[in-house]
């Protein structure tokens, strides 16, 4: 068997206890990891040999799960699809950006929960059939038009990206406005008008000035920012009906 | 939550993106070509001059100028927000302002052809 090839790799993790600590600050280590390995990889030989009271989330390690977003060297990156050789030097591990930190890499989720639960993320039929009558089916046609939106693993780095979620905490934000996009594509749902009422609101697209760091950084390839733009064009029309067509509808 | 009036603003910019996109590489390139002497005999000033003497034509170089104009100055506007300028409304009504009093003067010297 061919031996692996090891590196020595150099972190630097910010490190935060709110039981001892009033402000979050820097700790360096050392680990030895092995030349094809993750940012993931080095944290928890860090934890296993040095150092356990270091706090990060993880769960699958091959970027299904969307548990392990952090920054690195300041770009919000999955820890088990950043490949230690692409980096030369220290490299610098933070939370994840525009979130409250809860102990070291953690940080609080609970503002995206709570704004993907405002859009309503399932489907909402026109009416509801019984079991009795079958499934509703769908064309591959149907199915194209949102699938690629549906592959949102909830990893919260298009947040972490977001200038604008950063500057305005109120912004709903790509990945549930995404999420919004993608049943209003459903050919099975009709909660579009419901879920406009968050949606075509100034927190919802109109926040939105159209950066595309959300897109960039996403490691599902959703594209959030054609989402959003897409619903900015639709909401658009809305208002020209509602507000400029005789007898459109309120 | 009141639904928001930005279409109001948004969808002149969004056309005059898309007017922008089609027309200005064209007008930049062929501006430069005319500045070097290389002036194609299709675009001669007679028959731009023919072009904006036209009722149409008057709409059509309205509708390039006045939707550039307004798509640069809301792009402006969300880019002053996005670097943290947060005096929103001052920097829209200034932007908005050059936007129209722009598109009023190219409506003005074009009905004077």
Redesign the interface.
Known sequence: MTQMKERLVQLEVLRYNPDTDTEAHFQRYEVTCYEEGVVLDALNKIKADIDPTLNFRWSCHMAVCGSCGMMINGEPKLSCHTFLREYEGVIRVEPLAHFPIERDLVTAPDDFMEKLKRVKPYIIPKEKKPISEGEYKQTPTQLMKFRQYSMCINCMLCYAAC??YG?DPQFIGPAALTMAHRYNQDSRDAGREER???V?????V?TC???GACSEVCPAHVDPASALQQM??T??ID??VEHLIPGGKK | ????????V??PF?AGGTVIAFFIPVIVVLTFLAALGHIPAGLSYERMHALAGNGLGKLIIFGVVALSLWSSAHRLR??C??F?VRADTLVATVLYVVAIVGSLLSAMYLLQI
């Open positions: 200038p604008e500057l406009q009422e968050v075509a609101t100034h927190e919802g109109w000035t159209f950066v900015k064009i909401s658009s208002w020209i | 939550m009141a639904k928001s009036h930005k279409p109001v948004w969808f969004a969300c880019t927000y996005d943290g």
